[in-house]
Nanobody, 122 residues
Framework: QVQLGESGGGLVQAGGSLRLSCAAS????????MGWFRQAPGKEREFVAA????????YYADSVKGRFTISRDNAKNTVSLQMNSLKPEDTAVYYC???????????????WGQGTQVTVSS
């Protein structure tokens, strides 16, 4: 069983930066592709970014490409999301997800964190 816990959310002004972290338990962390999703009020949960177990391949939603960077430290069982040039439309609850099944951009992951709120003020 893998447990995920996010941290690093908060309130930031537009144009600012935040770094989210996700700590994972479980010895198989390095074999699992990891992802970040977000859900704004009244909207469906959407894909943000993902990477493979080694971290060598990354995937990004078009809306965050060039602004967000996903990375991981398998020695520490953590995956991070560096978010720069934040916009009000980035406001959402951000979720860490572990081990996608077929496609890193869909929501078919085996493990989910509880989420962390990110609020970007204009």
């Amino acid at each position: 069983q893998v447990q995920l816990g996010e941290s690093g959310g908060g309130l930031v002004q537009a144009g600012g930066s935040l770094r989210l972290s996700c700590a994972a338990s479980g010895r198989t962390f390095s074999y699992n592709g990891m992802g970040w999703f977000r859900q704004a009020p009244g909207k469906e949960r959407e894909f943000v970014a993902a990477n493979t177990g080694s971290g060598s391949v990354t995937y990004y939603a078009d809306s965050v490409k060039g602004r967000f960077t996903i990375s991981r430290d398998n020695a520490k069982n953590t995956v991070s999301l560096q978010m720069n040039s934040l916009k009000p439309e980035d406001t959402a609850v951000y979720y860490c997800a572990g081990r996608w099944r077929t496609n890193p951009t869909d929501r078919q992951y085996d493990y989910w964190g509880q989420g962390t709120q990110v609020t970007v003020s204009s």
